[in-house]
């Protein structure tokens, strides 16, 4: 299973600085760092979510790929700025897209979700879809095969720290029944991830771990990614 350190901030400086700490996780090149932007609208918590300054940032960890967690209203407005900054991946909630709309005369859930993804096609970004604790996991199985990957939220987007919500589990299970049909997607889960947790992630079949608060609020966050890293 693949871990990914996930950076929360709510100012560039704290961004900037995990950034350089998180590029010296990883012993070749290829490794993956997620930012979690959250918009004080579509969540309770607000944090950095600025794109131009990313871009520096992101010129100077060449060998580190990143993919941003977009936890704002109407991510299909928000994309460009991101796209343009040269990250790798885009996280967009389902629960965003069916609020865009809901509040649109025009598009349905899959018009925003395509437009999402020929922005991101263009700019060469990969899509994933996250969707919150409380939403089935079956409202999103027509759309599996035109995304890279799924995030399951154990937490309720937004603050890092919340405590995992075990339930998420059984979502991973369903996925990944081969009998079912969806199993070829990649599945990452994130929120309240720490070592015992991500063991039992992986048996239920995620390819991806991110963790933020067992990685940062650690003695040692180099130590806390590699233990995570070793399961």
């Known amino acids: 299973m693949n871990i990914i350190p996930a950076i929360n901030c709510q100012n560039f400086e704290c961004v900037s600085e995990k950034l350089k700490k998180a590029g010296d996780f990883f012993s070749q090149s290829g490794g993956w760092i997620q930012i979690d932007i959250a918009d004080g609208k579509?969540?309770?918590?607000?944090?950095?979510?600025?794109?131009?300054?990313?871009?520096?940032?992101?010129?100077?960890?060449?060998?580190?790929?990143?993919?941003?967690?977009?936890?704002?209203?109407?991510?299909?407005?928000?994309?460009?700025?991101?796209?343009?900054?040269?990250?790798?991946?885009?996280?967009?909630?389902?629960?965003?897209?069916?609020?865009?709309?809901?509040?649109s005369e025009n598009n349905s859930e899959a018009d925003i979700l395509n437009l999402i993804l020929d922005k991101c096609a263009a700019g060469g970004v990969?899509?994933?879809?996250?969707?919150?604790?409380?939403?089935?996991?079956e409202e999103i199985l027509s759309y599996l095969d035109k995304i890279d990957m799924v995030q399951i939220l154990a937490v309720n987007p937004g603050l890092s720290g919340q405590q995992f919500q075990a339930k998420v589990m059984k979502k991973i299970e369903f996925l990944k029944n081969v009998e079912l049909g969806y199993s070829d997607i990649v599945i990452e889960i994130d929120?309240?991830?720490?070592?015992?947790?991500?063991?039992?992630?992986?048996?239920?079949?995620?390819?991806?771990?991110?963790?933020?608060?067992?990685?940062?609020?650690?003695?040692?966050?180099?130590?806390?990614?590699?233990?995570?890293?070793?399961?």
């Open 126 to 137: 990969e899509v994933g879809l996250a969707i919150n604790p409380d939403t089935a996991i």
């Open 191 to 231: 929120g309240g991830i720490n070592f015992e947790l991500a063991q039992l992630a992986k048996e239920a079949g995620a390819d991806i771990a991110a963790s933020a608060s067992y990685i940062w609020n650690s003695l040692n966050p180099q130590e806390a990614f590699e233990k995570l890293n070793s399961i």
């Open 42 to 103: 579509f969540t309770d918590w607000k944090t950095w979510n600025n794109p131009g300054e990313l871009s520096d940032a992101k010129n100077q960890l060449p060998d580190v790929n990143i993919e941003v967690h977009l936890m704002v209203e109407h991510p299909e407005e928000a994309i460009d700025d991101w796209i343009k900054t040269g990250i790798q991946r885009i996280i967009v909630h389902f629960e965003a897209i069916k609020n865009s709309a809901a509040a």
